[in-house]
């Protein structure tokens, strides 16, 4: 039953919002430091993601990561973790609270508590002219979680096993020798490359649309330490309809690692682990 509203409801919707986490005294990355050293890449390795698969890629610290449309439009759901700690993983919720829904150019991607630094800068984005649209869509997600067999089987009763979580849990699981149970824990809410999102403006609801990307389109990151790179190509292809079956048309996309020049990146050096000394008041 909705309630009356209160007499001075309009001016209770009218006061303005403040920004939870204001990031001016945030580190910023030397963006003029990564673009420079952009200009003498050379690839060290790469791997293809098949259709409703997932596959892992090793980034070392200091290296880029591409993620390439290679054939047609697509959606990956990315996972990241530490190199050297499985722990330590990618955490959208703290992305999202400092950098917003979606992500671009100049944005960095934070690790899990209590690690806390960023793990990944973004340093280039071919879809970066797509802003937000009329609907309040953009590219590149940081608000959904993967989609996944729990919720499927609650909402049509069925048994979906390629569906991004379980592609990434397989894929973790050969990347690191776990067991799909041990893995499955490891996995964690994703980045979702390519894929165009938003809220409903009636409902509030999670929605997605045909994403724009094309075949050539890429996403790229600057490692900030080693990374274990994961990604799912979502069942769901471009997003225009589903993602949890075997209907949609889907397509491979490519991770590429490329390491700089000896000298291109003097004076930087990976970010310490968040100093806050864990106390907790006690």
Same mark, same amino acid.
């Given at each position: ?7 001075d ?11 939870? &986490?204001?990031?001016?005294t945030?580190?910023?990355? +030397? ?10 890449l050379?690839? !060290? ?7 409703r698969?997932?596959? &892992? *890629?090793? !980034?070392?610290? %200091?290296?880029?990561?591409?993620i390439?449309?290679?054939?047609g ?9 530490? %190199? ?6 990618? &955490? ?19 690790? @899990? ?8 800068? *973004? !340093? ?10 009329e609907?309040?869509?953009? !590219? ?7 989609? +996944? ?10 048994? &979906? ?9 397989? @894929? ?5 020798g776990? %067991?799909?149970?041990?893995?499955e ?5 994703v980045l ?23 075949? %050539? ?8 330490i080693d990374?274990l790179?994961v990604?799912?190509a ?10 949890s ?11 590429e ?6 000298d ?19």
């Amino acid at each position: 039953m909705t309630q009356i509203a209160p007499v001075d409801a309009d001016a209770r919707r009218a006061v303005k919002p403040v920004i939870c &986490y204001p990031t001016d005294t945030l580190p910023k990355p +030397d963006m003029a430091l990564y673009e420079a050293a952009r200009s003498g890449l050379t690839k !060290v390795g790469d791997v293809v993601v098949p259709p409703r698969e997932a596959a &892992y *890629i090793e !980034v070392p610290a %200091g290296h880029f990561l591409r993620i390439v449309s290679i054939e047609g439009p697509q959606v990956g759901d990315l996972n990241l973790f530490s %190199g050297s700690d499985l722990a330590e993983r990618f &955490y959208s919720g703290k992305t999202r609270a400092l950098h917003g829904t979606h992500v671009t150019t100049g944005d960095q991607l934070w690790s @899990s508590f209590p690690y806390m630094r960023p793990m990944a800068t *973004i !340093v280039a984005d071919t879809l970066d002219w797509y802003g937000i649209d009329e609907f309040g869509a953009s !590219v590149h997600d940081v608000i959904g979680t993967r989609c +996944d067999p729990y919720t499927g089987r609650l909402l049509n009763g069925r048994d &979906y096993h390629h569906c991004c979580h379980s592609n990434l849990i397989r @894929s973790l699981s050969d990347a690191v020798g776990l %067991g799909v149970i041990e893995a499955e824990v490891l996995v964690h809410d994703v980045l979702n490359v390519f894929m165009c999102t938003g809220f409903t403006r009636d409902t509030g609801q999670y929605f997605m649309k045909q994403s724009p990307v094309r075949p %050539g389109d890429y996403l790229e990151l600057f490692a900030e330490i080693d990374l274990l790179a994961v990604m799912s190509a979502c069942p769901g292809g471009d997003c225009s309809s589903e993602h949890s079956s075997d209907t949609a048309n889907c397509h491979p996309l490519l991770m590429e690692v490329y390491k700089p020049r000896d000298d291109a990146l003097e004076g930087w050096s990976s970010p310490a682990k968040n100093q806050y000394d864990r106390t907790h008041g006690r």
